[in-house]
């Protein structure tokens, strides 16, 4: 099983940008979907941005999109997410993912958007001030 540590989190003023990296351990990093969700004080964890396995397909939540970008770098067994033009509303813990699937049904988890078939690493805290 893929362990994984978030990295890069912290308190930057609106505006601003963070770069948020997850490092992966485990020969079959490159074999697996990775994703970011992240969770608001008394909120659901709700899902930010996904990538195939191969970076060939992205996937963003429509809050993030056209300022969030994912990637990942399967030599370095890491996936990033570019945090651009970050507001309050963006304050969140961070938590980076892995979707243990493949073939059709995990192309309509990720479709969905939902944490199906997912184990989380422990979060990293993003804090957005005004």
């Known amino acids: 099983q893929v362990q994984l540590v978030e990295s890069g989190g912290g308190l930057v003023q609106a505006g601003g940008s963070l770069r948020l990296s997850c490092a992966a351990s485990g020969r079959t990093f490159i074999t697996w979907p990775m994703g970011w969700f992240r969770q608001a004080p008394g909120k659901e964890r709700e899902f930010a941005a996904a990538v195939s396995w191969d970076a060939g397909t992205l996937y963003y939540a429509d809050s993030v999109k056209g300022r969030f970008t994912i990637s990942r770098d399967n030599a370095k067994n890491t996936v990033y997410l570019q945090m651009d033009r970050l507001k309050p509303e963006d304050t969140a813990v961070y938590y980076c993912?892995?979707?243990?699937?493949?073939?059709?049904?995990?192309?309509?988890?990720?479709?969905?958007?939902?944490?199906?078939?997912?184990?989380w690493g422990q979060g990293t805290q993003v804090t957005v001030s005004s």
């Open positions: 993912a892995v979707y243990y699937c493949s073939g059709v049904g995990c192309e309509e988890i990720l479709r969905r958007r939902t944490p199906d078939k997912v184990v």
